[in-house]
């Protein structure tokens, strides 16, 4: 099943995009087949090539551009929206459900073995997010060194932080050193 921030998940392999190196998880094309055999769908027969890794890297600043843009209630670049069209264009189509643990999914046609042909299912989840009814509820972590997007599916539509584990205990925990310093 396609989950709609799929593409988030991608977008979060590079965190802390607020501090002068931001954390990045996919250094090697081996890095990113096996996140995307993490995802649940078949390894690639063979890692990337550096150009297709290094494709896939530019696709994911281009959706983090995106979704970053429309987190912060402005519009996004042309030239993103461009470079995502062509790389849907150029993926995969959908054209075949499967049935699968008790839910249905993409058929993802991968003998092609590209990156291309492996980020489909990233690509359109993307597609879907920025044209469903769900895309006012993408965020952007209130902590400015983060920078995490994330899909708010709280009631309220109002959680700030990408986790109270994360920056939202360390938001609390810099308001309360900051107040006993005063106090």
Same mark, same amino acid.
């Given at each position: @099943? ?161 986790? @109270? ?19």
């Amino acid at each position: @099943m396609l989950r709609a921030d799929l593409c988030l998940d991608f977008v979060n392999t590079r965190y802390w995009r607020g501090q002068a190196e931001p954390t990045e998880t996919l250094k090697t094309p081996d890095d990113l087949a096996g996140w995307l055999a993490g995802l649940g769908g078949p390894r690639p027969a063979r890692p990337p090539v550096r150009r297709e890794f290094e494709r896939a890297l530019e696709l994911r600043e281009t959706l983090h551009r995106l979704f970053d843009a429309e987190a912060q209630d402005r519009t996004p670049g042309a030239r993103d929206l461009e470079v995502l069209n062509q790389a849907l264009a150029a993926a995969p189509a959908r054209t075949t459900l499967r049935r699968e643990r008790g839910a249905y999914g993409w058929d993802v046609d991968a003998k092609a073995g590209t990156a291309l042909a492996l980020l489909a299912p990233i690509l359109w989840s993307a597609g879907d997010l920025l044209a469903g009814t769900r895309l006012d509820r993408v965020r952007r972590c209130a902590n400015p060194e983060c920078g995490w997007i994330f899909l708010d599916d709280s009631r309220a539509g109002k959680r700030r932080w990408c986790s @109270m584990q994360a920056c939202g205990n360390r938001a609390k925990a810099r308001r309360h050193y900051h107040k006993v310093k005063k106090g």
